[in-house]
């Protein structure tokens, strides 16, 4: 599958602050998606988006379906300590494969 | 009640043997996949079967042979363990393509 290209790799929130990220592909996808993976679990869907242009919220989570079709943000308002962990990217065309990001690890800064 | 379960959490093992990892789903779902996870936490889809019949298979050495018994059931056998196969190994579990697969919690495989 493609490897999509997910910045940044890696940050440092302070609670309270808003962080965001973002995947872009070389390929377009039919459906963009973001997990998250806290550790010794398996990832877990945050937000699904299914159109382009698209603008979904999840709580203090917000994604957006680039127009486009080749990327996509994450946004996370005013974090809170259980937001660290690793946050993938993952894109969908019509077969059953997901195209996964190489992570942003968020921790928290001391 | 776990909705997608894999046997065991941890593996460690000398090269050269063989293993097997199980995984279970009580979901309903009629799609199972493998995903391994390496080091730098990247994740690759391996196999994926939809009520038993294999439609993904990527580039993975022979060594690795999924078999589904039924479709909640999906396990893997890995032949001739080398050190390059440890790794984290995710089931997931899907009805059809639709997104939002589920992942189990994953094996820690450690070849020495």
């Known amino acids: 599958g493609q490897q999509l290209n997910q910045s940044p790799q890696s940050m440092f929130i302070q609670e309270g602050e808003d962080v965001s990220m973002n995947c872009t592909s070389s390929?377009?996808?039919?459906?963009w998606l973001w997990y998250k993976q806290d550790p010794g679990e398996g990832p877990v869907l945050l937000i699904a988006?299914?159109?382009?242009?698209e603008l979904t919220s999840n709580g203090r989570l917000t994604a957006q379906f680039g127009i486009t079709r080749k990327d996509s943000f994450l946004n996370i308002s005013a974090s809170i300590p259980s937001d660290v962990g690793i946050y993938f990217c993952?894109?969908?065309?019509?077969?059953?494969?997901?195209?996964f990001g190489a992570g942003t690890t968020v921790t928290v800064r001391a | 009640d776990t909705a997608v379960s894999q046997t065991p959490k941890y593996l460690v093992t000398q090269m050269g043997n063989d293993k097997s990892i199980k995984c279970e789903q009580n979901?309903?779902?009629?799609?199972m996949y493998w995903y391994k996870q390496d080091s730098k936490k990247f994740l690759k889809i391996m196999f994926s079967?939809?009520?038993?019949?294999?439609?993904i298979n990527e580039t993975v050495p022979n060594r690795f042979s999924p078999k589904s018994p039924d479709k909640a059931h999906l396990n893997l056998h890995i032949n001739s363990l080398e050190l390059g196969d440890s790794a984290v190994y995710f089931c997931?579990?899907?009805?059809?393509?639709?997104?939002?697969?589920?992942f189990g919690s994953g094996t820690r495989l450690t070849v020495v």
């Open positions: 997931a579990s899907s009805q059809g393509g639709v997104v939002g697969y589920t």
């Open positions: 979901l309903g779902h009629d799609t």
């Open positions: 390929s377009i996808f039919n459906t």
């Open positions: 988006l299914y159109k382009a242009g």
């Open positions: 079967y939809n009520n038993k019949e294999l439609i």
């Open positions: 993952a894109g969908q065309l019509d077969d059953y494969k997901l195209s």
